[in-house]
């Protein structure tokens, strides 16, 4: 058993390695001179942060269980229950669970479609529960159908992304960034070191983020008291970091966008859920 979770845990961490790598490949580095937000003392009852910060002060947690059934609004996104698992049964959720998920999709005709996902997930390494294999992340997800080779560049909400010389076929552009995760924050590179985090576990990790993130918050139709987005309905949103509220594709002669996003998260409300 220590063997197969060794063996998960280099998985995952080469994973994060060849993200990176496609990350770099795809956009510019934001120099990491500050926190990107901030996370709350440790929930004794998942082991997870109580709360999740951005950089204007919203803060969304993660209650046991996860409030919401999946479905129905207002609701966090989370995996169901393992049945036989102890501690799945304990914190409410199975292998994964987002205190926060943004997603948009544009209908580009033909089958053809568009997706975005941004979010900050809370998983294990090896990927079924386990007390103490708790860690954090945030994904940027970009996946695109498309009709005519070239190059796209894809505007978010959470940075800028350049796809050259991209082949025309389904999911032609299927890129995935994860940063986070565990082990120490990133020991090799100087900055962190200037942030006193370099020595952090990993939650800490996606406070020194290498792409501006912060949370979308549902507009049109408003959320529920208490929430930032109601996990279901498709609606506006306000802008993120950089000023952008949408969605947009800027291909071979076309340009598509959309504003139109689904938000779940809930706001932290102080004590221990």
């Given at each position: 058993?220590?063997?197969?979770?060794?063996?998960?845990?280099?998985?995952?961490?080469?994973?994060?390695?060849?993200?990176?790598?496609?990350?770099?490949?795809?956009?510019?580095?934001?120099?990491?001179?500050?926190?990107?937000?901030?996370?709350?003392?440790?929930?004794?009852?998942?082991?997870?942060?109580?709360?999740?910060?951005?950089?204007?002060?919203?803060?969304?947690?993660?209650?046991?269980?996860?409030?919401?059934?999946?479905?129905?609004?207002?609701?966090?996104?989370?995996?169901?229950?393992?049945?036989?698992?102890?501690f799945s049964q304990?914190?409410?959720?199975?292998?994964?669970?987002?205190?926060?998920?943004?997603?948009?999709?544009?209908?580009?005709?033909?089958?053809?479609?568009?997706?975005?996902?941004?979010?900050?997930?809370?998983?294990?390494?090896?990927?079924?529960?386990?007390?103490?294999?708790?860690?954090?992340?945030?994904?940027?997800?970009?996946?695109?159908?498309?009709?005519?080779?070239?190059?796209?560049?894809?505007?978010?909400?959470?940075?800028?992304?350049?796809?050259?010389?991209?082949?025309?076929?389904?999911?032609?552009?299927?890129?995935?960034?994860?940063?986070?995760?565990?082990?120490?924050?990133?020991?090799?590179?100087?900055?962190?070191?200037?942030?006193?985090?370099?020595?952090?576990?990993?939650?800490?990790?996606?406070?020194?983020?290498?792409?501006?993130?912060?949370?979308?918050?549902?507009?049109?139709?408003?959320?529920?008291?208490?929430?930032?987005?109601?996990?279901?309905?498709?609606?506006?949103?306000?802008?993120?970091?950089?000023?952008?509220?949408?969605?947009?594709?800027?291909g071979p002669g076309?340009?598509?966008?959309?504003?139109?996003?689904?938000?779940?998260?809930?706001?932290?409300?102080?004590?221990?859920?």
């Amino acid at each position: 058993m220590r063997k197969t979770m060794l063996c998960l845990g280099l998985t995952l961490v080469l994973a994060l390695a060849l993200a990176s790598a496609a990350w770099a490949q795809a956009a510019a580095i934001r120099p990491l001179t500050a926190p990107i937000g901030t996370l709350g003392p440790i929930n004794p009852n998942n082991g997870f942060p109580l709360w999740v910060g951005d950089r204007n002060g919203v803060k969304v947690d993660l209650p046991t269980p996860p409030l919401g059934d999946g479905v129905t609004a207002p609701t966090m996104i989370f995996d169901p229950v393992i049945t036989g698992n102890a501690f799945s049964q304990q914190i409410g959720f199975g292998a994964e669970a987002f205190p926060y998920l943004a997603t948009s999709r544009i209908d580009l005709g033909g089958g053809n479609r568009a997706e975005l996902t941004l979010g900050v997930e809370a998983a294990f390494g090896a990927e079924a529960p386990l007390n103490g294999d708790q860690f954090l992340f945030v994904r940027v997800r970009i996946r695109i159908d498309t009709t005519v080779a070239g190059d796209y560049t894809v505007i978010t909400p959470w940075g800028t992304y350049s796809f050259p010389n991209t082949p025309a076929g389904r999911r032609a552009i299927n890129f995935t960034y994860d940063f986070g995760g565990f082990g120490p924050v990133c020991p090799d590179e100087p900055s962190c070191f200037a942030l006193g985090v370099s020595e952090s576990p990993g939650f800490e990790r996606i406070l020194v983020a290498p792409t501006e993130w912060s949370f979308l918050v549902q507009q049109n139709p408003p959320p529920p008291a208490g929430w930032i987005g109601d996990g279901v309905n498709v609606a506006t949103v306000s802008a993120g970091p950089t000023g952008i509220d949408y969605f947009r594709i800027v291909g071979p002669g076309e340009t598509v966008q959309t504003n139109l996003f689904t938000v779940s998260g809930h706001i932290y409300q102080g004590g221990t859920p």
